[in-house]
């Protein structure tokens, strides 16, 4: 009987063992006992290793989640440093509060809290043991994010480099010059700043020369009782500066040998601005003319621009000699070119007189002004089509603009109400820093020759200095400390 039982169950039994003596697991109540591995606490032995997330031991590692609702999180503390490391080593999935509740509905919304918790809570992550993150999946507030780096492999080698650090410029002047009797006029442009490093600055009826180099002063001029200093300019090569005179004359003077050269005439009244180019000297006056100068040439002027219509105080000609840029009291912008009389654009949008003027020396026909009290922006020029590329309300009147030949950058200086200085870049406009120290309008600017050092002047009777453009060579911040000790003297 017992061979019968061993043939129907194909079993080989030793003699004196029945099938009742042997009980079998059958493979679907051990598969079930190992599925039922829901906690730690519980041990089952098996010949198989199976991964389960929930036999690892996180807590090893301070990863699992500590339930006190009672107590806040404070900033930096562990369980803000967990969250973070769960969501960079096993994915966004795994951090989120829906997917690491037991139940699988204890922090989801909507429609996730049924697919929680049918699905596992503890189901491995898709980006488990991955050293390339999906971008789709990738947490977009994670410091370690592929969206911020720029690449999949947080390792690459050709991964951008950190952005640099703001430049800081100095907050306050180095050297501040007294200039009794220098004038509070908007339309005037007495100070200039030689190639050869000497600053002219017009006082009154004198012109005043200041060698930066060793802080000599000398007297170049007076035009004497009955006349006045409305405008002075450099040639660029610094040798020879202009003088623009309240009774309408330009005169120009050797500045090594303190001596007048020549006396031009040509206008009927106050010439407050003059620009040199290459070989020709033009001035803009309140008689509302701008004369072409050629020293060359025995008369006094060899052409005559004709289209402000009111006085003009703006005045620059492009580094490239090719156009000249004319501002005035009728808030037009007017560009012409060698070959005309008459100007090319016409640039109407300004509200207010335009006297500050610069040119790019990065890009050609790039231009820019800025406007009076009224107007207070900064405006942008494509001379090629006459097109406005931009403009910025910079909310007090703007003085005088510079372009600085270092770095593509822009200062501007204001009066009405604020009379700060402003650093800009370009082409954002983004302000870099915001400078004041004068008490009234800062109605004068000039760069120096080597491109870091400006000096502004004002009716408060003060000429500052400020260093806020870096050098060509090495693109570091500039020094509190200059050329020149900190400390107040005389110009004259």
């Known amino acids: 009987m017992a061979s019968q039982q061993n043939t129907r169950?194909?079993?080989?039994?030793?003699?004196?063992?029945?099938?009742?003596?042997?009980?079998?697991?059958?493979?679907?109540?051990?598969?079930?006992?190992?599925?039922?591995?829901?906690?730690?606490?519980?041990?089952?032995?098996?010949?198989?290793?199976?991964?389960?997330?929930?036999?690892?031991?996180?807590?090893?590692?301070?990863?699992?989640?500590?339930?006190?609702?009672?107590?806040?999180?404070?900033?930096?503390?562990?369980?803000?440093?967990?969250?973070?490391?769960?969501?960079?080593?096993?994915?966004?999935?795994?951090?989120?509060?829906?997917?690491?509740?037991?139940?699988?509905?204890?922090?989801?919304?909507?429609?996730?809290?049924?697919?929680?918790?049918?699905?596992?809570?503890?189901?491995?992550?898709?980006?488990?043991?991955?050293?390339?993150?999906?971008?789709?999946?990738?947490?977009?507030?994670?410091?370690?994010?592929?969206?911020?780096?720029?690449?999949?492999?947080?390792?690459?080698?050709?991964?951008?480099?950190?952005?640099?650090?703001?430049?800081?410029?100095?907050?306050?002047?180095?050297?501040?010059?007294?200039?009794?009797?220098l004038q509070d006029d908007f339309y005037l442009n007495v100070v200039d700043w030689s190639s050869q490093n000497v600053l002219a600055v017009g006082l009154g009826t004198c012109v005043y020369l200041w060698t930066a180099s060793n802080s000599k002063v000398k007297k170049l001029c007076d035009l004497g009782p009955n006349d006045s200093v409305c405008s002075v300019q450099w040639t660029r090569e610094g040798s020879f500066i202009s003088i623009g005179t309240s009774h309408g004359q330009v005169q120009v003077w050797d500045a090594t040998q303190c001596k007048r050269v020549r006396t031009m005439g040509g206008h009927q009244t106050r010439t407050g601005v003059l620009a040199w180019n290459s070989r020709i000297l033009s001035s803009g006056s309140r008689d509302r003319n701008i004369l072409q100068h050629d020293l060359r040439v025995q008369s006094d002027y060899v052409s005559k621009l004709v289209g402000p219509k009111s006085e003009v105080c703006g005045l620059k000609w492009s580094h490239d000699d090719r156009e000249l840029a004319s501002g005035g009291n009728d808030n037009q912008l007017l560009v012409w070119n060698n070959h005309s009389q008459n100007p090319i654009l016409k640039l109407t949008e300004h509200t207010a007189a335009v006297k500050a003027i610069t040119w790019s020396p990065h890009q050609s026909g790039l231009l820019a002004s800025g406007g009076g009290t009224a107007d207070r922006c900064i405006r942008f020029w494509n001379t090629t089509n006459g097109h406005q590329l931009n403009s910025i309300d910079t909310g007090s009147q703007v003085c005088n603009l510079a372009w600085s030949k270092n770095v593509n950058e822009i200062v501007s200086t204001h009066g009405y109400s604020q009379n700060q200085i402003m650093l800009w870049k370009y082409p954002s406009m983004a302000k870099v820093a915001t400078l004041t120290g004068h008490s009234m309008r800062v109605l004068y600017l000039a760069t120096s020759p080597d491109g870091q050092t400006i000096v502004t002047g004002a009716g408060d009777e003060t000429l500052r200095f400020w260093n806020v453009f870096p050098s060509v060579k090495m693109q570091t911040p500039v020094k509190d400390t200059g050329l020149w000790s900190l400390g107040r003297t005389q110009i004259r």
Do not use: W
Request: hydrophobic share 25%; aromatic share 6%; glycine share 10%.
């Open 9 to 181: 169950t194909g079993l080989n039994l030793p003699a004196g063992m029945n099938q009742t003596s042997l009980r079998l697991e059958t493979f679907s109540s051990s598969f079930r006992g190992i599925s039922s591995l829901s906690s730690p606490s519980k041990s089952t032995c098996s010949d198989r290793f199976i991964p389960c997330r929930s036999s690892s031991r996180l807590h090893a590692f301070d990863l699992q989640d500590h339930k006190e609702p009672t107590t806040p999180v404070k900033e930096g503390g562990n369980e803000a440093y967990s969250r973070l490391l769960k969501s960079e080593l096993f994915g966004s999935d795994f951090a989120s509060p829906c997917l690491l509740s037991p139940a699988g509905g204890g922090g989801g919304g909507g429609g996730h809290g049924s697919a929680s918790s049918s699905s596992s809570p503890m189901s491995p992550c898709t980006n488990m043991l991955r050293f390339k993150t999906d971008r789709s999946n990738s947490s977009p507030n994670s410091p370690f994010s592929p969206s911020i780096l720029g690449n999949d492999n947080v390792f690459s080698s050709d991964s951008s480099p950190p952005p640099k650090p703001p430049r800081k410029v100095p907050k306050t002047p180095h050297k501040v010059l007294d200039a009794p009797s």
